[in-house]
């Protein structure tokens, strides 16, 4: 029964994707797109390659490369990118069935996999220019492999997971301070202290390796130190005042902080990031209560804005009951000590105050959409047991 359930799931999460890419127009592309992954992937095709100085580094360049790679293989057309994503987010909605069930159990796994199958805003990402599809996928992949690491204690599973979250990391630099976190995770769970640096440092040493040749690259062509990409100062910069957390209000912000003239990327980035501190440490001394208010609306915004400003009830509204039950299923978990369920709860926690510190867009919590989804499954299994199924 859960191989032919599964198999109708993941066939269904093809045929919504497959319809939304015949059925609907394209989603237009952001500036990211644009110049990062399009822009990228056709320096990439036309054997300009990493040698070139011009190539982006405001994103890391794994998803150019996954788009280059695409259109080598199949043709020039965006729409082969959007079917190898629709293959991705299939992908995805196994390794979600993986984690949960290996978490919880098959039925709250089913329907985890058979909700994220048909989540709208997943979908809609899917079938568009973007990364979260690929990091997505990656980042589940992550989790699943650290929570089998976990269970096997062997320090071969560590360095695959390491390896995976360094691909995560050029998917997207949002997880490049993870591994602190995955430390943090050893020492609570681990059983030998021993064995647990042993195999936090096989894990490190493998997110280091893959990582490694794109800062390199950085330093050589460009003679600047970049580890990841320097998309992260002007996000600070964007969330310290309100006014620029949507499209509007950006092009203002940028007219009022012009970085100095010949400077490296790092040093814009370097530029970016204290003038957004120095925002937030000015809002706090000149009004502390207005300052907490601020970031009270920040964190609420996590969870259903967007940059344009439209949409908010519909995304709040379709996901507020997701968070509630997923609220339910992780304080059962915490009661009932299912341990490993920590780990999707600690990712969601640092994916919350990352994006709270920056810019707070539902977008960006996107990527840790399925392990809500699975926590709501659970609670949802919780309930039903409990009061709607018992004989």
Same mark, same amino acid.
């Given at each position: 029964?859960?191989?032919?359930?599964?198999?109708?799931?993941?066939?269904?999460?093809?045929?919504?994707?497959?319809? +939304?890419?015949?059925?609907?127009?394209?989603?237009?592309?952001?500036? &990211?797109?644009?110049?990062?992954?399009?822009?990228?992937?056709?320096?990439?095709?036309?054997?300009?390659?990493?040698?070139?100085?011009?190539?982006?580094?405001? *994103?890391?360049?794994?998803?150019?490369?996954?788009?280059?790679?695409?259109?080598?293989?199949?043709?020039?057309?965006?729409?082969?990118?959007?079917?190898?994503? %629709?293959?991705?987010?299939?992908?995805?909605?196994?390794?979600?069935?993986?984690?949960?069930?290996?978490?919880?159990?098959?039925?709250?796994?089913?329907?985890? #996999?058979?909700? /994220?199958?048909?989540?709208?805003?997943? @979908?809609?990402?899917?079938?568009?220019?973007?990364?979260?599809?690929?990091?997505?996928?990656?980042? !589940?992949?992550?989790?699943?492999?650290? %929570?089998?690491?976990?269970?096997?204690?062997?320090?071969?599973?560590?360095?695959?997971?390491?390896?995976?979250?360094?691909?995560?990391?050029?998917?997207?630099?949002?997880?490049?301070?993870?591994?602190?976190?995955?430390?943090?995770?050893?020492? /609570?769970?681990?059983?030998?202290?021993?064995?647990?640096?042993?195999?936090? =440092?096989?894990?490190? !040493?493998?997110?280091?390796?893959?990582?490694?040749?794109?800062?390199?690259?950085?330093?050589?062509?460009?003679?600047?130190?970049?580890?990841?990409?320097? =998309?992260?100062?002007?996000?600070?910069?964007?969330? *310290?005042?309100? &006014?620029?957390?949507?499209?509007?209000?950006?092009?203002?912000?940028?007219?009022?902080?012009?970085?100095?003239?010949? @400077?490296?990327? *790092?040093?814009?980035?370097?530029?970016?990031?204290?003038?957004?501190?120095?925002?937030?440490? @000015?809002?706090?001394?000149?009004?502390?209560?207005?300052?907490?208010?601020?970031?009270?609306?920040?964190? +609420?915004?996590?969870?259903? #804005?967007?940059?344009?400003?439209?949409?908010?009830?519909?995304?709040?509204?379709?996901?507020?009951?997701?968070?509630?039950?997923?609220?339910?299923?992780?304080?059962?978990?915490?009661?009932?000590?299912?341990?490993? @369920?920590?780990?999707?709860?600690?990712? %969601?926690?640092?994916?919350?105050?990352?994006?709270?510190?920056?810019?707070?867009?539902?977008?960006?919590?996107?990527?840790?959409?399925?392990?809500?989804?699975?926590?709501? #499954?659970?609670?949802?299994?919780? %309930?039903?047991?409990?009061?709607?199924?018992?004989?």
């Amino acid at each position: 029964m859960d191989k032919r359930g599964l198999v109708a799931i993941i066939t269904l999460a093809v045929l919504v994707r497959l319809v +939304g890419l015949v059925a609907l127009p394209a989603p237009p592309y952001d500036s &990211s797109a644009e110049v990062a992954y399009l822009g990228g992937a056709e320096k990439l095709l036309k054997g300009q390659g990493f040698s070139d100085p011009s190539f982006p580094v405001y *994103s890391p360049p794994l998803y150019a490369m996954f788009i280059a790679f695409v259109k080598a293989v199949f043709g020039d057309d965006d729409v082969f990118v959007r079917g190898a994503q %629709i293959g991705l987010a299939a992908a995805t909605v196994f390794v979600l069935y993986l984690i949960v069930r290996e978490i919880f159990d098959r039925q709250s796994a089913l329907l985890a #996999s058979g909700l /994220l199958s048909v989540y709208p805003f997943s @979908a809609y990402l899917d079938l568009s220019i973007a990364s979260e599809t690929l990091f997505t996928f990656l980042l !589940c992949s992550f989790v699943g492999l650290l %929570i089998h690491a976990l269970k096997d204690e062997r320090k071969l599973w560590y360095a695959i997971a390491g390896g995976v979250l360094g691909l995560a990391t050029l998917a997207r630099g949002t997880t490049q301070f993870m591994p602190l976190l995955v430390l943090v995770i050893l020492l /609570l769970v681990g059983s030998c202290r021993g064995r647990t640096i042993a195999n936090y =440092a096989a894990f490190l !040493c493998c997110f280091l390796i893959t990582i490694l040749p794109w800062t390199v690259r950085n330093y050589v062509v460009l003679k600047d130190v970049i580890p990841v990409a320097t =998309a992260g100062g002007i996000m600070i910069l964007l969330g *310290s005042e309100e &006014s620029s957390l949507e499209i509007p209000g950006k092009p203002e912000i940028y007219r009022k902080y012009v970085p100095p003239e010949g @400077a490296k990327a *790092s040093e814009i980035d370097k530029y970016f990031t204290q003038a957004g501190l120095a925002n937030h440490q @000015a809002h706090f001394w000149r009004d502390p209560v207005g300052f907490a208010g601020f970031m009270v609306r920040k964190f +609420g915004r996590l969870w259903y #804005s967007t940059e344009t400003g439209r949409n908010h009830n519909l995304i709040l509204g379709s996901n507020v009951g997701l968070y509630l039950l997923a609220l339910v299923g992780t304080a059962v978990a915490l009661k009932r000590r299912h341990l490993l @369920a920590g780990i999707p709860v600690l990712v %969601i926690l640092y994916f919350a105050a990352l994006h709270w510190v920056t810019v707070p867009l539902f977008r960006y919590m996107i990527p840790i959409m399925p392990f809500v989804i699975g926590l709501a #499954s659970y609670g949802v299994m919780v %309930i039903g047991r409990h009061y709607l199924w018992r004989t």
